[in-house]
């Protein structure tokens, strides 16, 4: 084997570790874009609650404030696994 074919052999098998490492730089990438959007949706209902107050008030603020830390759950889920 030619030192060309082993540096593109080399190519081929670093090319697939380096895709996994990528996707999975991509995928916690788009987890902590949902957080940023789940912080942006618990600033939402606080300002919608200074507007309009009623009944369901409170239970969108425990929601809003369950989906910022479910989130973060799963980014640290997400950081263990990948």
Known sequence: MTPFEKFLQFLVTSWRLDLALLGKGAVL???????VF?????????????????????????????????????IILAAVIL
């Open 29 to 35: 990438l788009l987890l902590l874009l949902y957080l």
């Open 38 to 74: 789940s912080l942006v949706v618990v600033r939402q209902v606080q300002l919608m609650n200074k507007t309009i107050s009623g009944l369901m008030s409170w239970p969108l603020i425990i929601m809003a404030r369950a989906l910022v830390v479910l989130s973060v759950a799963i």
